[in-house]
């Protein structure tokens, strides 16, 4: 299950690459003028769909990691798309938005966890007590399990 996880990963990776690869070429090879560089051009691509994936990568795993991730690389898009048609300051204050907005995603999603372990209240918290009481059932399961060895009679012992 896991493999197919990262399979799919993988596949949405180098899609994105290619993608971003194919605009920056066509912008370079037959000038579109979208924005200033084909080079540019790629990194805003490159950017904007491994944000997507860092960001849908945050809701399913529920790590602040990636939502951290997602912030950075589209609020770098949303800047670079924006800059060449409002002036830079206004970019700017979008950006600590679109920052904000992603970081109160990230503490709704994912704060709660290292909460949850600070006051022992994850589910998979357990007591000393019960971790002890775990072992001993353990124990007692491999006691009752285990075969007693065979006895080995030496040349020496006469019957």
Same mark, same amino acid.
């Given at each position: 299950?896991?493999?197919? *996880?990262?399979? $799919?990963?993988?596949v949405?990776?180098?899609? #994105?690459?290619?993608?971003?690869?194919?605009?920056?070429l $066509?912008?370079? +090879? #037959?000038?579109?003028d $979208?924005? &200033?560089?084909?080079?540019?051009?790629? %990194?805003?691509?490159?950017?904007v769909?491994?944000?997507?994936?860092?960001?849908?990568?945050?809701?399913? *795993?529920?790590?602040? @990691? /990636?939502?951290?991730l997602? &912030?950075?690389?589209?609020? +770098? !898009?949303?800047? /670079? !798309?924006? #800059? =060449? /048609?409002?002036? @830079? @300051?206004?970019? #700017?204050?979008?950006?600590v938005? $679109? @920052?904000?907005?992603?970081?109160?995603?990230?503490?709704?999603?994912a704060?709660? =966890? &290292?909460?949850?372990? !600070? %006051?022992?209240?994850?589910?998979? /918290?357990?007591?000393?007590? =019960?971790?002890?009481?775990?072992?001993?059932?353990? *124990?007692?399961?491999?006691? *009752? &399990?285990?075969?007693?060895?065979?006895?080995?009679k030496?040349?020496?012992?006469?019957?």
């Open positions: 299950m896991k493999t197919k *996880k990262n399979l $799919v990963l993988a949405l990776s180098i899609c #994105v690459l290619t993608i971003s690869l194919t605009f920056a $066509v912008d370079a +090879l #037959v000038p579109l $979208v924005w &200033t560089h084909p080079l540019l051009n790629f %990194l805003f691509c490159a950017a769909g491994f944000g997507i994936i860092a960001m849908c990568l945050g809701f399913t *795993k529920s790590l602040p @990691w /990636y939502f951290f997602s &912030t950075v690389l589209l609020g +770098l !898009a949303f800047f /670079y !798309a924006l #800059v =060449q /048609y409002i002036p @830079w @300051w206004i970019c #700017v204050l979008i950006v938005v $679109v @920052w904000a907005i992603f970081g109160i995603m990230s503490f709704m999603k704060g709660n =966890q &290292t909460e949850d372990i !600070a %006051l022992n209240k994850s589910p998979d /918290y357990k007591t000393f007590e =019960q971790r002890k009481a775990e072992e001993a059932a353990k *124990k007692a399961e491999e006691k *009752k &399990t285990e075969k007693p060895l065979p006895e080995i030496s040349f020496k012992d006469k019957d």
